[in-house]
Every structure is written in structure tokens, then in C-alpha cells.
């Protein structure tokens, strides 16, 4: 049975907020700043436009006619056009107009983080890089939420676009998970929630949002080659179907994305139980299904299952590429009777109503200047509202004006860094943690930057050791550290060079990392392209630190030499696998002694160049061996007042991270600095958790950033310096290292060869870890603030609705908080429910029920309420199909986090009628 549609007069909900609202919204952001005339100039540029309250686009009688009526003037042709996409030069995915009917092109964008622009005779193809969604999971808020969906729907049509892809609401199971950052976190409450009001913000515009990845798409390894998710059912509704229920009830999109992964056997694109069964009929889905670009694998079993829209890009062993599924052999299914008219004409209308109801129609998009400088703010805002203060020992934050030197370490300190693939958008321009830093600080404040590590690239998704640093490699074109590299179009070597050049280390990751435009890397490393990497010569010298064995270590898909003096000491061939292996072995080397070092790689693996070069030269020292850059930044950190160290991971869709460890000798890093400086403060610009277990004791604070966005230094430097009050909460658990969560074991992550056994079943995240018993290094819903707040007075409490048998019932928390520090903060208050009172199933431990955010000024008190969301007091009846409430008492706890409990009560729950 599907969620309860809105009550009463079933009106579209747009919240439009006062400058006031907008303020308080921002949180600590403006209670804690002294510089009042930012704050107000801040809200008026961010002054959202006023929405006209509509009808749900999805319960128009009038566009629902007037689809039907241009339905009934389509050739067969004419309809199965408008069920396939096209390639387009500027839109990876596209549907082209239909000109005898004014049927306009559908010109789609990708957006989970802003809109990436592929026409380069728009804007420049830059749009404003928002913090992304995992960042925005990180408010906890809901109009917030909102607003970023309205500033990508505003973007969207200003660049020509009438289809926006995102909101993501792929659940958070797996912390290595590449594609996180896309996201919205963990919890399926908090990722549909979030989700919806994104949906809402983006088609306030004419534009139509597009929900994906449906369903049960958590990781990247072997995500087009069949990857399947073997799930049972109750964990695929409560957990991975509930964020697109919550998305589909609040937001209304217009469109949903079918994902690349298999579930249960069948590929989500082509399942009848997913797409008709679940998402159309028990969610009462009214949009159109999409494929992702790629991802149909038939013709009758797609159609027939639900697929309303094939987007291109699909290559199949036995057809070749370019294999369009539903063209020619659509109308052949159509004409032999395999895939009924009927079929065509629902999937048809289901892309024309809401191209009439959100007003595609009537409002074709424009290209225009885009208002920079104030979604450039609003960008600031949703990145000083998402850090989480995740450690303070000892009051080390807020730095204070008196703070006469400090040192920024970080090899991409003096960059912005994002997520790689499909959401990377170029900003329009970027504010570095360093310029933020060195803007905020006062007059004569001594900012200096060092690198302390090499650059960060795709290569840190390839397993084994880190590169060898370029300390100790000297470039054969005498131009200083690194490597140099040179790039052939040839697996032996022959012809001219694509490149020629100095790299700092031999690493290549190529494949779908370094399509042009999903490249994230940091900029200090030279750009690698798709088309380089057949054979790479790496040639200079290696110089060791000390004296020892050393483990050489190469890490590819193809074959590779590594020669030392001219003599090979170590040789690896392919496996056979795509997986890359590692190969290794053992070399004394002398302190100081620089021996000739020639790499020679042939990416001759399997897929060949198709698939990409992979390759890495890493190592394994003697103890005690510690990067001159390290020890460089020790130094400056020891001669100044304060350290701040940004350290960064590579989160990018087409790829896991290989465990949870930061790259490329950042840890040392860390080490070295806080030895050096007590007052070090450790900044992470990741997009989702990594380990801090082996590093963070001798680190008195540490602030979590995510990919902030092209604001990030200034929202940083609010946070370091207390102009902003942190109030993110963590929207994901952080682990102690990659073994100690609840899918740790192989079959779970990455699977059993195809097979992604998900045998925790709905113990997902935090649940999870309170069920197995697994401590977490920082919990879900995890984050500190600058003052302190108290919890009183706990009520609980059930409103019975207006329907019959007491449908609409609500349940409702009431809790007084206080600040009782010295600044003003914002709190995020936080409801979860314990075990059911039943035996017919299993639940957990703790679910995240409800919460709300209050802002509070020191001193004040505020009674918050809490209306709680009946599916986190029910479970999925698989015998019934159905949610079900048990009837009896469920404990009820309040806190800052999901393990941070102030209080404690319960609930007297009564059945069913809680639910639709």
C-alpha cells in the first residue's frame, strides 16, 4: 500500500523563507558571527524568489488531459522516439524534440552537486560547485535542503537544461563506497527526507528532478559487469526503497533513474519487481523511469518490466557498441505483439505529464548570466552549516586573533577539491582553505603553506603501497623531483610521445577517472588523459634515505619492468583479472647512493586500452623512513603559533576506495606536524569517513569539511576562527578502520565474485554497528560545537488524526534544551526508537525517528517537538506486503547523536492505524 499522499487540500509545499529565516537557518553561522552587516548583506543576496503555492504536478487533471490529447496525435514512431535517448555532443543524456507536435527536447544535465555544464559555449561550462550532498546531509536541514535544489533548478535553466539528475538517495552502506559523497548519508529517513526537499527546491523551476539510484546501488566494484545485490526483501524496503518512498511522497519527481547493479538476479533496469511492483505501484510513482547512460540490457523483459526511457551508451559483448534497445527493436517488439502499445502509450504519458505539469512546455530554458556571486554565498552558507566538529581537546578551537603565525599544510591546501565523475562540476570561481586562512586572519598574521605530501590522483583508488615519494626520485630531465614519463600511443614504446614530461611519481588510474571532466585530481599533478597510457616509460634516479631492504612494489592490470642500474629486479604480467595485482620484491639499498631507475609499463591487461592503463609504483621501507616534505612541514609547524593540515582522499564514481587509509604518506604527515605543534588542527576534505584511529591521539581537533565546495576556505576559516559556530552532525558512522564495520566481511564487500551478499540484512550503519556490537571511532549524528547544550523535561506523546480508525495519528517528542555555554549554537536534536514490542521479527537496537534543529543564544531555553515518522515504529510484513505497527511500548531516546543519549522514554504504540 502506498505512504499517505498530503492531506487536505493535497497542495504542492514550497517553503519560501524571510532574510530573517534565512539567518536563522544558517544556524551558528549568524548567532556566533560579530560581524552582523556580512550576516544581513549575506541574506539579502540570498533572498529566494517567491514559489506560487500549485498543485502537485502529479494530481493536474488539466496537464494529465492535455497529455492524453497529445498522446493521441503520436505515430508509433513518434512514441517510441521520446522512449530513447540520443548522443548529443553536450548532453550525455538527451531526448530530442519532436518537432511536428512541439514536443520540446529533453536536455538533461547531471547535478547531485550543481550543474555540469558539457556546452562549452555556456558560461564557460562553469556553474557553482555546491558543497556536495553528503555535506548537505550533514545540516540536517530541511529548508536547506530546499534552497540547494533550488539554486541547481535555477542554474539548470539558466544553462539550457530542463532535466536535472539528482537528487542521489543511495544508501551509505559501505564506507569505502566511491560514490558516497553523491549522496545523502546512511540513514533512509535522512537521506528521503533531505532528498525530498532537494526535489521540491529543483522543480520550482521548469525543470524536472530525477531520482536515482534505483534501487539498492551502494558500491562501484563491478557495477557494469553485473555486480548483484543479493538482499531479502525486508531489508530492501526498509532500508533502500524507504529513501525514494520519502523522496516520491514529499517531492513528487518527475523522473527516477534505474541503476547499473543486478538485484537479486535481475538488472534493476529490466526488473519487474522493482520497477512495476515497487516503485510504481506500491509507491504510487507517477514519473518516468530512465535508464543510467548504459545500463539497459533488452528490449521486451525492459519495457514490459517498467522501463519508460533507454539512455545511450550501452555496449554488449555479443552486439557491439552502441546498442540501442529501444529503437528499431522496440518497434519490432511493438509490431509482433511481444510489448504490448499499451505499454508505449503509459510510458509515453509518464514523460509528458510532467514535462506539462512542471512546465517544460511553457517555459523553455534559457541561456543567461548566472547571479555568481550570490550562489557563490548561498554555496558558503551549506558549507559552514555541514562541518562537523568531530574532536576539541583542550578549547584548540576557535583560533583566536592573537594567533600570530600559523602554518597550512596540505598538498591541496591552496585547491578546492571535489568528487570525480559524472557530479565533478567547474566552478565558477574557488576560495582555497589557504586564501580563506590567509583572508580572515588579522593584519601581520605570519600564513605560510607547504605541501608536505605529493599531489593526490585516481592512482590512490589502486591497491598496495603508496607511491614512492618524489623526495627521493630525481627526473631524468634534470628539471628536479619525480619522474620523468613518457606516454606512447603504442604498447612497445614506438613513435612519437603523447607526453613527455616530469611526474612526480609512476601511478596512472586512466579508464572512466579520466574522461575529460571527471577528473579530480589535485591540480599539482600533471593532467593524464584516457588516450595516454598503451606504454609509459618512467625513467631517473632513486635515492634511499637509509640504509636497508626495501620492498618494491607494482601494483597493475598489465606487465610491467622495473630495472635498477639497467638490471631488472622485478617483473609482473597479467593475471588474467581486471582487478589489478601486486607484485613485489626485495632490494638493499644504500643511504644516499642514487641508482638509475627505468619503469617500463605495458597496458596490455584485460580490456587493453579500452579499459585503461592501471598502474603504480609503490614501496615498503626500512622503519623510521619519514618524507622530507613531512619533516619540512614539521618545521614550519614548529615555528608557528597554530598548524592547520588539509588532508584529502580520491572519491569518484567508477571506483572503491581500497580501504580507509589517507594516501600518499598523509598520515605521517599528520604525525610529524603534531609532534611539532600542539595546537595542530586536522582538516578532512573527503566525501564520507576514513580512518583517524591510527593517527588522531596526538591531534587535539579535528574538523571535517567533506567536499565543501567552491567556498570552502571561506566557510573553513569561519570555522577556525569562531566567527561560525560548527553545528554539523555526522550524516554517516566513522569507523575505526575498514574491518570494524558491519560489512566487513569479503562476501559483503566487494562480494563474492558478482555477488554482493547483504547477509547484515537491515542492520545498515549505525544500526549495525549497535547490533554487532562494533564500537565506532565517531558515531552517527556525531558533531561538537562551541558551547554546550542541556536536555530537560522529556514528554512523549501520540495526536490522533482526523481519518478513520485514526489514520494521520501522530507521534510527537517534546524536549526543553538549553545552551548553557557563552556563544550562541545551533543544536540538532536527535529521536530515535529501540526494539519493537514483538516477536514476530527482529529490529534494531536504535532508528533514527525524527529531529529537529534549534538555534539558540547563550542562556536560552526552547521547547523542540519532534513529530516522528510512523515507518521507524513499524516494520516491512513480508507476508503481507505491507508496513506493519505491532502494538505496545518502544523505548524512545533523545540525544546529540546516535550514541550521545541525554534522555530516555517511551512510546505506547497502537497498531496499524499509525500507518496508511
Given at each position: 500500500?502506498?505512504?499517505?499522499?498530503?492531506?487536505?487540500?493535497?497542495?504542492?509545499?514550497?517553503?519560501?523563507?524571510?532574510?530573517?529565516?534565512?539567518?536563522?537557518?544558517?544556524?551558528?553561522?549568524?548567532?556566533a558571527t560579530p560581524d552582523l552587516d556580512r550576516e544581513a548583506a549575506t541574506a539579502e543576496r540570498l533572498q529566494p524568489q517567491s514559489f506560487p503555492t500549485t498543485w502537485w504536478w502529479d494530481e493536474s487533471e488539466e496537464d494529465t488531459e492535455r497529455a492524453r490529447?497529445?498522446?493521441?496525435?503520436?505515430?508509433l514512431d513518434e512514441k517510441v522516439n521520446m522512449m530513447h535517448g540520443e548522443l548529443n555532443n553536450y548532453y550525455g543524456f538527451y531526448n530530442g524534440p519532436i518537432e511536428r507536435?512541439?514536443?520540446?527536447?529533453?536536455?538533461?544535465?547531471?547535478?547531485?552537486a550543481g550543474v555540469r555544464i558539457a556546452n562549452p559555449d555556456v558560461n564557460d561550462q562553469e556553474a557553482t560547485q555546491l558543497p556536495a550532498p553528503i555535506a548537505l546531509a550533514a545540516t540536517w536541514d530541511r529548508d536547506l535542503a530546499q534552497q540547494y535544489g533550488d539554486v541547481e533548478g535555477d542554474e539548470a535553466f539558466r544553462t539550457g537544461h530542463n532535466v536535472l539528475l539528482s537528487p542521489a538517495v543511495d544508501i551509505a552502506r559501505v564506507a569505502q563506497a566511491g560514490r558516497a559523497f553523491e549522496a545523502l548519508g546512511e540513514d533512509p529517513l535522512l537521506s528521503g527526507t533531505m532528498g525530498a526537499g532537494v526535489i521540491r527546491g529543483i522543480q520550482s523551476h521548469p525543470v524536472v528532478a530525477d531520482i536515482k539510484h534505483y534501487n539498492v546501488y551502494t558500491q562501484e566494484t563491478n557495477r557494469l559487469s553485473g555486480g548483484n545485490?543479493?538482499?531479502?526483501?525486508?531489508?530492501?524496503?526498509e532500508i533502500y526503497t524507504r529513501p525514494f518512498a520519502i523522496g516520491i511522497e514529499q517531492g513528487r519527481p518527475g523522473s527516477a533513474m534505474c541503476a547499473f547493479n543486478k538485484v537479486n538476479g535481475v538488472w534493476a533496469c529490466e526488473s519487474d519487481e522493482l520497477l512495476n511492483q515497487i516503485l510504481k505501484e506500491q509507491l504510487d510513482f507517477q514519473g518516468w523511469v530512465m535508464s543510467d547512460y548504459g545500463a539497459t540490457h533488452s528490449t521486451v523483459q525492459a519495457a514490459n518490466a517498467g522501463l519508460d526511457q533507454e539512455m545511450p551508451g550501452n555496449t554488449t559483448p555479443d552486439v557491439g557498441p552502441g546498442t540501442c534497445y529501444f529503437c528499431g527493436p522496440l518497434l519490432d517488439a511493438v509490431r509482433s505483439g511481444q510489448v504490448p502499445e499499451s505499454r508505449v502509450d503509459d510510458a509515453v504519458l509518464r514523460i509528458l505529464r510532467p514535462m506539462f505539469g512542471l512546465g517544460l512546455f511553457d517555459h523553455p530554458p534559457v541561456i543567461e548570466p548566472l547571479p555568481e556571486a550570490e550562489h557563490g554565498a548561498f554555496a558558503r552558507l551549506v558549507a559552514e552549516r555541514a562541518m562537523v566538529l568531530l574532536k576539541n581537546d583542550g578549547g584548540a578551537l576557535p583560533l583566536t586573533d592573537s594567533v600570530g603565525s600559523i602554518a597550512v599544510i596540505g598538498a591541496d591546501a591552496d585547491s578546492v577539491v571535489a568528487g570525480g565523475g559524472s557530479s565533478l562540476v567547474k566552478p565558477t570561481y574557488t576560495v582555497s582553505p589557504l586564501q580563506g586562512i590567509q583572508d580572515r586572519v588579522a593584519a601581520g598574521v605570519d600564513v605560510r603553506h607547504v605541501a608536505g605530501a605529493d599531489p593526490v590522483t585516481s592512482a590512490s583508488l589502486i591497491p598496495g603501497p603508496d607511491p614512492i615519494p618524489s623526495d627521493f626520485l630525481t627526473s631524468a630531465l634534470g628539471d628536479g623531483a619525480g619522474l620523468r614519463a613518457e606516454y606512447f600511443s603504442t604498447q612497445d614504446f614506438s613513435g612519437e610521445t603523447i607526453a613527455d614530461r616530469t611526474d612526480p611519481y609512476a601511478a596512472i588510474n586512466a579508464g572512466f577517472f579520466l574522461f575529460e571532466g571527471f577528473n579530480s585530481q589535485s591540480p599539482d599533478f600533471p593532467v593524464q588523459t584516457r588516450d595516454m597510457g598503451a606504454s609509459i616509460r618512467w625513467t631517473g634516479e632513486l635515492t634511499a634515505p637509509t640504509t636497508g631492504t626495501y620492498e618494491l612494489a607494482v601494483t597493475?592490470?598489465?606487465?610491467?619492468?622495473?630495472?635498477l642500474d639497467d638490471v631488472a629486479v622485478l617483473t609482473a604480467t597479467p593475471s588474467g583479472s581486471s582487478a589489478p595485482t601486486t607484485t613485489t620484491a626485495a632490494v638493499d639499498l644504500e643511504a644516499g647512493v642514487a641508482r638509475d631507475l627505468r619503469v617500463e609499463f605495458?597496458?596490455?591487461?584485460?580490456?587493453?586500452?579500452?579499459?585503461?592503463?592501471?598502474?603504480?609504483?609503490?614501496?615498503?621501507?626500512?622503519?623510521?623512513?619519514v618524507a622530507p616534505q613531512a619533516l619540512e612541514a614539521a618545521a614550519l609547524a614548529r615555528s608557528s603559533q597554530a598548524a592547520v593540515v588539509v588532508v584529502r582522499d580520491y572519491s569518484s564514481e567508477g571506483g572503491d576506495k581500497p580501504d580507509l587509509d589517507l594516501p600518499n604518506g598523509q598520515v605521517e604527515l599528520i604525525r610529524q606536524v603534531a609532534a611539532a605543534n600542539p595546537r595542530t588542527v586536522v582538516v578532512l576534505a573527503t566525501g564520507g569517513a576514513v580512518q583517524t584511529s591510527d593517527w588522531e591521539d596526538g591531534v587535539p581537533?579535528?574538523?571535517?569539511?567533506?567536499?565543501?565546495?567552491?567556498?570552502?576556505?571561506?566557510?573553513?576559516?569561519?570555522?577556525?576562527?569562531?566567527?561560525?559556530?560548527?553545528s554539523g552532525k555526522l550524516p554517516v558512522t566513522m569507523p575505526v578502520d575498514e574491518e570494524s564495520t558491519p560489512v566487513s566481511a569479503p562476501e559483503q564487500f566487494p562480494g563474492d565474485g558478482l555477488d554482493q551478499q547483504f547477509s547484515e540484512g537491515i542492520y545498515v550503519g549505525y544500526r549495525g554497528y549497535e547490533e554487532f556490537d562494533i564500537e565506532p571511532q565517531y558515531p552517527f549524528g556525531h558533531g561538537l560545537s562551541y558551547t554546550t547544550f542541556d536536555y530537560r523535561n522529556l514528554r512523549t506523546s501520540i495526536n490522533a488524526g482526523g481519518g478513520q480508525d485514526g489514520d494521520g495519528a501522530q507521534l510527537r517528542v517534546r524536549v526543553a534544551v538549553r545552551n548553557t555555554g557563552t556563544v550562541a549554537g545551533t543544536e540538532t536534536v536527535q529521536v530515535y526508537v529501540g526494539n519493537l514490542?514483538?516477536?514476530?521479527?527482529?529490529?534494531?537496537?536504535?532508528?533514527?525517528?525524527?529531529?529537529?534543529?534549534?538555534?539558540?543564544?547563550?542562556?536560552?531555553?526552547r521547547q523542540v517537538t519532534v513529530t516522528l515518522s510512523p515507518e521507524s515504529v513499524s516494520y516491512w510484513d513480508v507476508d503481507r506486503d505491507r508496513w506493519q505497527t505491532p502494538r505496545g511500548t518502544i523505548p524512545v531516546y533523545v540525544g546529540s547523536s546516535s550514541t550521545d543519549v541525554r534522555l530516555t522514554g517511551s512510546l505506547r504504540i497502537g497498531g496499524s492505524a499509525l500507518l496508511p
Amino acid at each position: 500500500m502506498p505512504p499517505a499522499r498530503v492531506s487536505s487540500a493535497r497542495l504542492r509545499v514550497v517553503v519560501t523563507l524571510s532574510a530573517a529565516a534565512l539567518v536563522v537557518s544558517a544556524g551558528a553561522a549568524s548567532a556566533a558571527t560579530p560581524d552582523l552587516d556580512r550576516e544581513a548583506a549575506t541574506a539579502e543576496r540570498l533572498q529566494p524568489q517567491s514559489f506560487p503555492t500549485t498543485w502537485w504536478w502529479d494530481e493536474s487533471e488539466e496537464d494529465t488531459e492535455r497529455a492524453r490529447d497529445l498522446l493521441r496525435q503520436m505515430t508509433l514512431d513518434e512514441k517510441v522516439n521520446m522512449m530513447h535517448g540520443e548522443l548529443n555532443n553536450y548532453y550525455g543524456f538527451y531526448n530530442g524534440p519532436i518537432e511536428r507536435l512541439g514536443i520540446p527536447a529533453l536536455t538533461m544535465a547531471d547535478g547531485p552537486a550543481g550543474v555540469r555544464i558539457a556546452n562549452p559555449d555556456v558560461n564557460d561550462q562553469e556553474a557553482t560547485q555546491l558543497p556536495a550532498p553528503i555535506a548537505l546531509a550533514a545540516t540536517w536541514d530541511r529548508d536547506l535542503a530546499q534552497q540547494y535544489g533550488d539554486v541547481e533548478g535555477d542554474e539548470a535553466f539558466r544553462t539550457g537544461h530542463n532535466v536535472l539528475l539528482s537528487p542521489a538517495v543511495d544508501i551509505a552502506r559501505v564506507a569505502q563506497a566511491g560514490r558516497a559523497f553523491e549522496a545523502l548519508g546512511e540513514d533512509p529517513l535522512l537521506s528521503g527526507t533531505m532528498g525530498a526537499g532537494v526535489i521540491r527546491g529543483i522543480q520550482s523551476h521548469p525543470v524536472v528532478a530525477d531520482i536515482k539510484h534505483y534501487n539498492v546501488y551502494t558500491q562501484e566494484t563491478n557495477r557494469l559487469s553485473g555486480g548483484n545485490a543479493v538482499v531479502e526483501e525486508r531489508a530492501l524496503q526498509e532500508i533502500y526503497t524507504r529513501p525514494f518512498a520519502i523522496g516520491i511522497e514529499q517531492g513528487r519527481p518527475g523522473s527516477a533513474m534505474c541503476a547499473f547493479n543486478k538485484v537479486n538476479g535481475v538488472w534493476a533496469c529490466e526488473s519487474d519487481e522493482l520497477l512495476n511492483q515497487i516503485l510504481k505501484e506500491q509507491l504510487d510513482f507517477q514519473g518516468w523511469v530512465m535508464s543510467d547512460y548504459g545500463a539497459t540490457h533488452s528490449t521486451v523483459q525492459a519495457a514490459n518490466a517498467g522501463l519508460d526511457q533507454e539512455m545511450p551508451g550501452n555496449t554488449t559483448p555479443d552486439v557491439g557498441p552502441g546498442t540501442c534497445y529501444f529503437c528499431g527493436p522496440l518497434l519490432d517488439a511493438v509490431r509482433s505483439g511481444q510489448v504490448p502499445e499499451s505499454r508505449v502509450d503509459d510510458a509515453v504519458l509518464r514523460i509528458l505529464r510532467p514535462m506539462f505539469g512542471l512546465g517544460l512546455f511553457d517555459h523553455p530554458p534559457v541561456i543567461e548570466p548566472l547571479p555568481e556571486a550570490e550562489h557563490g554565498a548561498f554555496a558558503r552558507l551549506v558549507a559552514e552549516r555541514a562541518m562537523v566538529l568531530l574532536k576539541n581537546d583542550g578549547g584548540a578551537l576557535p583560533l583566536t586573533d592573537s594567533v600570530g603565525s600559523i602554518a597550512v599544510i596540505g598538498a591541496d591546501a591552496d585547491s578546492v577539491v571535489a568528487g570525480g565523475g559524472s557530479s565533478l562540476v567547474k566552478p565558477t570561481y574557488t576560495v582555497s582553505p589557504l586564501q580563506g586562512i590567509q583572508d580572515r586572519v588579522a593584519a601581520g598574521v605570519d600564513v605560510r603553506h607547504v605541501a608536505g605530501a605529493d599531489p593526490v590522483t585516481s592512482a590512490s583508488l589502486i591497491p598496495g603501497p603508496d607511491p614512492i615519494p618524489s623526495d627521493f626520485l630525481t627526473s631524468a630531465l634534470g628539471d628536479g623531483a619525480g619522474l620523468r614519463a613518457e606516454y606512447f600511443s603504442t604498447q612497445d614504446f614506438s613513435g612519437e610521445t603523447i607526453a613527455d614530461r616530469t611526474d612526480p611519481y609512476a601511478a596512472i588510474n586512466a579508464g572512466f577517472f579520466l574522461f575529460e571532466g571527471f577528473n579530480s585530481q589535485s591540480p599539482d599533478f600533471p593532467v593524464q588523459t584516457r588516450d595516454m597510457g598503451a606504454s609509459i616509460r618512467w625513467t631517473g634516479e632513486l635515492t634511499a634515505p637509509t640504509t636497508g631492504t626495501y620492498e618494491l612494489a607494482v601494483t597493475t592490470t598489465g606487465s610491467a619492468v622495473v630495472y635498477l642500474d639497467d638490471v631488472a629486479v622485478l617483473t609482473a604480467t597479467p593475471s588474467g583479472s581486471s582487478a589489478p595485482t601486486t607484485t613485489t620484491a626485495a632490494v638493499d639499498l644504500e643511504a644516499g647512493v642514487a641508482r638509475d631507475l627505468r619503469v617500463e609499463f605495458v597496458n596490455n591487461g584485460p580490456g587493453g586500452t579500452d579499459a585503461g592503463a592501471v598502474f603504480q609504483l609503490g614501496w615498503t621501507t626500512p622503519e623510521g623512513v619519514v618524507a622530507p616534505q613531512a619533516l619540512e612541514a614539521a618545521a614550519l609547524a614548529r615555528s608557528s603559533q597554530a598548524a592547520v593540515v588539509v588532508v584529502r582522499d580520491y572519491s569518484s564514481e567508477g571506483g572503491d576506495k581500497p580501504d580507509l587509509d589517507l594516501p600518499n604518506g598523509q598520515v605521517e604527515l599528520i604525525r610529524q606536524v603534531a609532534a611539532a605543534n600542539p595546537r595542530t588542527v586536522v582538516v578532512l576534505a573527503t566525501g564520507g569517513a576514513v580512518q583517524t584511529s591510527d593517527w588522531e591521539d596526538g591531534v587535539p581537533a579535528i574538523v571535517h569539511s567533506w567536499f565543501g565546495g567552491q567556498e570552502q576556505g571561506n566557510a573553513l576559516a569561519g570555522i577556525l576562527f569562531g566567527d561560525v559556530n560548527p553545528s554539523g552532525k555526522l550524516p554517516v558512522t566513522m569507523p575505526v578502520d575498514e574491518e570494524s564495520t558491519p560489512v566487513s566481511a569479503p562476501e559483503q564487500f566487494p562480494g563474492d565474485g558478482l555477488d554482493q551478499q547483504f547477509s547484515e540484512g537491515i542492520y545498515v550503519g549505525y544500526r549495525g554497528y549497535e547490533e554487532f556490537d562494533i564500537e565506532p571511532q565517531y558515531p552517527f549524528g556525531h558533531g561538537l560545537s562551541y558551547t554546550t547544550f542541556d536536555y530537560r523535561n522529556l514528554r512523549t506523546s501520540i495526536n490522533a488524526g482526523g481519518g478513520q480508525d485514526g489514520d494521520g495519528a501522530q507521534l510527537r517528542v517534546r524536549v526543553a534544551v538549553r545552551n548553557t555555554g557563552t556563544v550562541a549554537g545551533t543544536e540538532t536534536v536527535q529521536v530515535y526508537v529501540g526494539n519493537l514490542p514483538t516477536r514476530r521479527v527482529e529490529s534494531s537496537p536504535k532508528v533514527l525517528a525524527g529531529w529537529e534543529t534549534v538555534t539558540l543564544q547563550p542562556g536560552e531555553r526552547r521547547q523542540v517537538t519532534v513529530t516522528l515518522s510512523p515507518e521507524s515504529v513499524s516494520y516491512w510484513d513480508v507476508d503481507r506486503d505491507r508496513w506493519q505497527t505491532p502494538r505496545g511500548t518502544i523505548p524512545v531516546y533523545v540525544g546529540s547523536s546516535s550514541t550521545d543519549v541525554r534522555l530516555t522514554g517511551s512510546l505506547r504504540i497502537g497498531g496499524s492505524a499509525l500507518l496508511p
